[in-house]
């Protein structure tokens, strides 16, 4: 049997061998001239992908959850308001997260599948005194994408932060920062961004740092706390040596190498791919008579699905499209775990991808018997990417 898969899962990605190629350097110290520039050079493009120009990035070793726990560490004192938009697993995770740090909780719940509607966000809101908002920007347990420019002016018209996990989504679905006057940004690498997992990424506004520096009471999580990391990302930003904690140095050179190409696609580009196969592939879906765990097109994300199995197949589909050369993921939401999986179009990926996970789909849905005309799906995807061109 093959070794040669084709990873679909909405994270980690099929990462470009140039990226990999970035990491296998032997490895050099922290403070030399190379690394310092590299770091220094990641460090503004990942503000360019997010496109802000007035942010602070930081750059940690660790994975997602860092992330949102550096958000949550940095911005919650014990007593603080937060508000959460929960649109699945990982906004429960967030909630949980905000509630260690001593926050009181209000979380407003969607219907699975959706987004809450802007009516009940608002007035969550009015209650008052939220010190931030919390929002899932893709939930990966859901494929749900959240309206985040909108949910970004209800927080500022009712005095709140607002922090936006982007970790299935950053560099691949429609997101600016400064435009929408997001407060926190937040992802990892190993989804859109395209590196190897292992690093939390963050941008922080001006406004978010200032909340953070007139703190009364010291950061609950030693590892996370922004008075060790601004100053070692100030120092690299100013292409100085400096330590906290050792950085994954052979990451960072490989997180450079991304944002190059990144920003040599262009995000506007990039936005408008993600876009395009994200609607091949869909259009495939509801060819073949699928059902997508996202109630609307409008709340489905660019960088991933969710679909529902169809009546008489089982997660033993999964199997059968791994026979087939593409690996895509099972089920996380609870409720509906064992009823549908996930595929993830994301970062690399190209046309030629999705064209081979929508045929190994088929094959595995006509191996277990489904009722459906070979190609179906195929035609669809092929005539949405025709048009795209
Ligand atoms: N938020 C979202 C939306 C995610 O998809 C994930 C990972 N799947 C996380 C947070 C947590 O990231 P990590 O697994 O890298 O800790």
């Known amino acids: 049997m093959s070794e040669r898969y084709l990873l679909m899962i909405p994270g980690p990605i099929e990462f470009d061998p140039a990226v990999l190629r970035a990491m296998a350097i032997t490895t050099p110290s922290h403070v030399a001239p190379d690394f310092i520039a590299v770091f220094g050079q990641a460090l503004d493009d990942l503000r360019r992908v997010f496109l802000s120009q007035v942010g602070q990035p930081f750059v940690v070793a ?77 939930d990966t347990s859901t494929g749900v994408v959240t309206d985040v420019a909108a949910l970004g002016r209800l927080a500022r018209k009712h005095g709140a932060l607002s922090v936006v996990d982007g ?112 609607q091949a592939f869909k259009a495939a879906l509801q060819a073949l008579g699928l059902e997508q765990v996202p109630v609307r097109p409008d709340a489905a994300a660019d960088t991933m699905s969710a679909v529902y199995y169809p009546d008489g197949v089982d997660a033993g589909l999964l199997g059968r499209i791994k026979e087939n050369g593409v690996v895509v993921a099972g089920g996380l939401h609870p409720a509906i775990k064992t009823r549908y999986f996930r595929v993830g179009h994301m970062g690399a990926v190209t046309a030629s991808d999705i064209l081979a996970t929508v045929g190994a789909v088929e094959k595995g849905l006509l191996a277990l018997g489904y009722e459906m005309q070979a190609g179906v799906g195929l035609a669809a995807a092929q005539e949405v990417l025709a048009n795209a061109d």
């Open 62 to 138: 660790g994975s997602g959850t860092l992330a949102m726990d550096m958000a949550a560490a940095n911005l919650i004192e014990p007593g603080d308001k937060a508000l959460v938009i929960n649109t699945g697993y990982f906004g429960d995770r967030f909630a949980a997260m905000l509630a260690r740090y001593g926050a009181h909780v209000v979380e407003v719940k969607a219907p699975l599948g959706d987004v809450p509607p802007m009516d009940e966000v608002e007035t969550a809101l009015r209650e008052g005194g939220f010190k931030v908002m919390i929002v899932t920007h893709v």
């Open 167 to 278: 970790v299935c989504a950053t560099a691949g679905q429609e997101f600016r920062q400064d435009e929408w006057d997001i407060d926190v940004y937040l992802t990892a690498s190993q989804k859109a961004v395209g590196v190897p997992p292992g690093l939390a990424l963050l941008v922080a506004s001006p406004r978010a740092i200032e909340v953070f520096e007139t703190r009364r009471t010291p950061v609950g999580n030693y590892y996370a706390d922004w008075a060790n990391w601004l100053p070692i990302m100030e120092a690299y930003q100013a292409r100085q040596p400096s330590y906290f904690g050792t950085p994954p140095v052979n990451l960072i050179y490989a997180l450079a190498e991304s944002l190059r190409q990144i920003l040599a696609e262009g995000m506007e580009a990039r936005f408008r791919r993600h876009r395009t196969i994200s």
